[in-house]
């Protein structure tokens, strides 16, 4: 396994973040790449972000589903 980090202008508070985001946004909308479980742990681990913005980017894919079923239920 090799070690790899993102750059530091695509981290958290990076310039080009923004990008990453809205590839992974893309990457969770498809059904390709494995389980929703799968790309929870590799934008967690590999693309660093935190639950806020993994969150933010599953509503994001989900076009707004995840909101809309946590205030009706």
């Known amino acids: 396994m090799s ?7 695509f981290q958290r508070g990076g ?11 893309e990457m ?3 059904r390709r790449g494995g389980t929703q479980g799968d790309k929870m742990h590799f934008c967690m681990t590999n693309l ?3 639950d806020t913005e993994y969150l933010e980017c599953l509503n994001r894919a989900s076009n707004g589903g995840l909101v809309r ?3 009706w239920n």
């Open 3 to 9: 070690s790899r980090t993102l750059k530091p202008i």
């Open 15 to 25: 310039s080009r973040r923004q990008e990453i985001l809205d590839q992974a946004v």
């Open 28 to 30: 969770l909308a498809s």
């Open 48 to 50: 660093g972000m935190d």
């Open 69 to 71: 079923s946590a205030l």
